[in-house]
C-alpha cells in the first residue's frame, strides 16, 4: 500500500521486473546490501535478517554513518540469532521459502552455521545464493579484505594518486560495485533457472572487482610496453584538459577535446586571437605545448566568475564541471528535477533524502515503496507461518 506519510513512496506493484522473486540477506556493511537493494528497487520482496539488537552498521560513526540509510531501502527486516539453533532452523527454512539468498560473512562462517550453499542447494535445489567475498577462489580467497585493502592490491590506488602517493578513491567503489555485479548474476541466474529449474551459486568479490576496474590500464602496457601512470602524473591526450582556479578561489574543470572546442573557448573568454598562434593550431600541437598553455589559460581564468563563465560554457557546447562536495548534491536541481533524488522515511519516523538507482525502465525510476525498517520489523509478517522455534530471537 502507499504509504501516507512518504510521498515519495510508491505502492508495490505487479510491474517491477522482479516482481514476486522473494530474496533473503544475510548481509552488514555495504556490498552484500548494495547487491539487496537494487533487487528490491526492482521489485523483488527482499528479507534482511539482523541480529538481535539490529544490524551494527544502522550504529556506525564518521564516514560510515549514512551505509545503512543508503543500501538499505525498499527491505524487510527480520531479527533472528543464528548464533542458535533455533535460529539457523528457521534461518534455513526461511531461505528455503525464497529464490535468492545473499551473504558477505567471512570465510567460512556460513559453512561453520550450516547456512553455506551445498547445504541448503541439497534440500532447495531451486536457491539462488550468492556469496560477496574479497577474493574469488585462489591463493588469496582466505584472506579478509577491506575496500581499501583491495584498492591498494588492485591498481587503484597507485593510478589514483600522486606518484608515490597511493590514493584511495573518495568512496566505497568496489563494495558498492560488487554488490551491482552479485545483482547481475543474480538476474542471469533467474533466467538460467526458467530453462533447468535450479539455482546455483554466485560470488562476486572486491579484488577481481578492482582488477576489473584496473583492467584499461594493465591493456595500456601490455600493447605499449610502458608502465601506466598515476593519473595526476599521466600525459594527457588533450591539451585543455584540467581543473583550474577562477575568481574568489573557486575552481572549474574544463575539458576542450577537440580544435572547433578550443576556438569555441578562446573565444568564450574574450580572447579569440589565441585560437590563431600557430602554435596552438591543433590540438597535438598544444599538447606539445601544454603547461605554457595552461599556464596562459590560468591566468586569463583568474578573473572569471565560476557561475557566469559556467553558463557561458554551457550555451557553447563546452564540456565543464564545477568541483562539488557531497553535500552541495543535496541541492542539485538536476537530480532534483530528474527524480533522482527523493525523500525516504527512515526508522525514526522522519524523512531523508535518498539517491535512486542510476537509471530509468520504460521512462520511470524505481523508487522507493516503504520506509526504511526497523529492526525486527516484520518478524511476525514473515516468520508468523513458520514452525515455533522460528518465532524465538
Not at 585560437?275 to 590540438?283: Q, S, V
Request: glycine share 10%; hydrophobic share 40%.
Amino acid at each position: 500500500m502507499h504509504d501516507p506519510l512518504n510521498p515519495a513512496a510508491q505502492p508495490d506493484s505487479q510491474h517491477l521486473p522482479l516482481s514476486g522473486i522473494r530474496v533473503v540477506e544475510f548481509t552488514h556493511m555495504v556490498m552484500g546490501p548494495t547487491c539487496g537493494m537494487i533487487l528490491a528497487d526492482l521489485g523483488a520482496e527482499v528479507i534482511k535478517v539482523e541480529p538481535p539488537g539490529g544490524d551494527k552498521t544502522r550504529n556506525l560513526p564518521g564516514l560510515g554513518i549514512g551505509f545503512f540509510r543508503a543500501f538499505n531501502r525498499n527491505k524487510k527486516s527480520v531479527v533472528l540469532d543464528i548464533t542458535t539453533e533455533d535460529g539457523r532452523a528457521a534461518a534455513a527454512e526461511l531461505a528455503g521459502q525464497c529464490d535468492v539468498l545473499l551473504e558477505n560473512f567471512r570465510p567460512g562462517l556460513m559453512q561453520k552455521l550450516g547456512l553455506d550453499y551445498e547445504t541448503l542447494s541439497a534440500k532447495y535445489p531451486h536457491l539462488i545464493y550468492v556469496s560477496h567475498k574479497g577474493f574469488l577462489p585462489g591463493p588469496y580467497e582466505k584472506r579478509l579484505a577491506l575496500d581499501e585493502v583491495v584498492q591498494m592490491m588492485g591498481g587503484l590506488s597507485y593510478m589514483t594518486g600522486p606518484k608515490g602517493r597511493p590514493l584511495r578513491a573518495g568512496t566505497s567503489v568496489n563494495d558498492i560495485m560488487g554488490g551491482m555485479f552479485g545483482a547481475i548474476g543474480v538476474l542471469a541466474a533467474l533466467r538460467e533457472r526458467d530453462a533447468t529449474g535450479k539455482g546455483q551459486e554466485i560470488q562476486s568479490a572486491l579484488f577481481e572487482n578492482c582488477v576489473f576496474l584496473s583492467s584499461q590500464h594493465m591493456q595500456q602496457f601490455d600493447m605499449t610496453g610502458e608502465v601506466p601512470p598515476p593519473m595526476p602524473s599521466r600525459v594527457s591526450a588533450w591539451s585543455v584538459y584540467d581543473v583550474f582556479t577562477l575568481a574568489a578561489g573557486e575552481q572549474l574543470f574544463i575539458g576542450a577535446v577537440s580544435d572547433k572546442q578550443f576556438v569555441t573557448l578562446c573565444h568564450v573568454l574574450g580572447h579569440p586571437a589565441m585560437a590563431a598562434r600557430p602554435e596552438y593550431a591543433d590540438n597535438a600541437s598544444r599538447v606539445a605545448v601544454r603547461p605554457t598553455l595552461l599556464e596562459e589559460l590560468g591566468a586569463i581564468l583568474l578573473h572569471h566568475d565560476v557561475a557566469a563563465l559556467s553558463a557561458r560554457l554551457e550555451a557553447a557546447g563546452i564540456p565543464y564541471a564545477p568541483i562539488v562536495r557531497p553535500d552541495q548534491l543535496l541541492d542539485d536541481p538536476h537530480l532534483q528535477a530528474s527524480g533522482g533524488l527523493v525523500p525516504m522515511q527512515v526508522d525514526d519516523g522522519s524523512l531523508a533524502p535518498t539517491v535512486l538507482l542510476p537509471l530509468t525502465m520504460g521512462g520511470r525510476r524505481p523508487g522507493v515503496r516503504r520506509p526504511l525498517p526497523k529492526p525486527g520489523e516484520h518478524n511476525a509478517e514473515i516468520l508468523g507461518a513458520m514452525r515455533p522455534a522460528a518465532h524465538r530471537n
